[in-house]
């Protein structure tokens, strides 16, 4: 029995940190440094995360960009609008009444809880899950590209690129699968930040609802890939 095959059973859940670095390798080695997260600011970063719930980060960018042209880039900036305006700005996100209400409520936590950058990671994320909102995955994304701590992110693509590759049960819950990779991985805010940034890529260009296996730099290892192109 080969090294892979031995992780794979040995957890059903997450694959094991040699496995796991290959992937990384492959993906790394095809795409190259991604340089995530888009932004100029960690506000920035924050206003993206609320913002990418529910659609495509073209959309995103330009409400983000609605914001910038108006000046409101800036916690303090946002409590203070109207929450109508608000949302004008973010129409291009869609459900753009209930994304003001997110940023307004996360702009006035900010404000109200100065130096949380001193606090632990795992008390920086449940103050983080606290904020009407703000979800596990929308809080990691903060927490690894606004404050660069090292969590790691799970999102639809990394359930679907890893379920399809056969080493993990993409239906396990969020924090099973995000606390596995963090304990099979060095605790790397790089590492992670690449990582997710290359499993989105990939899965947005060959891991697609309707894959381009005949192209994928991990064809080789794909059960899902495998069993496609056995059936002819």
């Not at 459900?95 to 936590?109: D, E, G, M």
Request: with cysteine.
């Amino acid at each position: 029995m080969g090294q892979e095959s031995a992780w794979k059973q040995a957890s059903p859940v997450i694959p094991g940190r040699v496995l796991l670095e290959a992937i990384y390798r492959q993906l790394f080695d095809r795409y190259g440094p991604q340089h995530w997260w888009p932004a100029q600011t960690p506000f920035e970063v924050m206003v993206g995360a609320v913002l990418t719930q529910n659609t495509a980060w073209t959309n995103v960018e330009r409400a983000i960009e609605n914001l910038r042209r108006a000046d409101l880039l800036d916690p303090a900036a946002i409590s203070a609008v109207k929450q109508p305006a608000l949302a004008e700005y973010l129409r291009p996100a869609g459900y753009f009444n209930v994304k003001a209400k997110r940023l307004q409520a996360l702009s006035r936590f900010l404000l109200n809880r100065p130096g949380l950058e001193q606090l632990e990671t795992a008390e920086l994320r449940q103050q983080l899950l606290s904020i009407h909102g703000i979800g596990p995955e929308t809080a990691d994304d903060i927490l690894l590209y606004a404050f660069r701590r090292p969590v790691f992110v799970i999102d639809a693509y990394t359930r679907r690129l890893f379920g399809r590759l056969g080493v993990m049960d993409e239906m396990a819950s969020y924090e099973v699968l995000s606390r596995g990779f963090e304990s099979a991985l060095r605790p790397d805010a790089q590492l992670f930040n690449e990582y997710h940034a290359l499993i989105v890529v990939h899965a947005k260009h060959i891991c697609r609802s309707k894959p381009s296996c005949e192209t994928c730099c991990l064809r080789q290892r794909c059960e899902y890939g495998g069993k496609r192109y056995s059936d002819g």
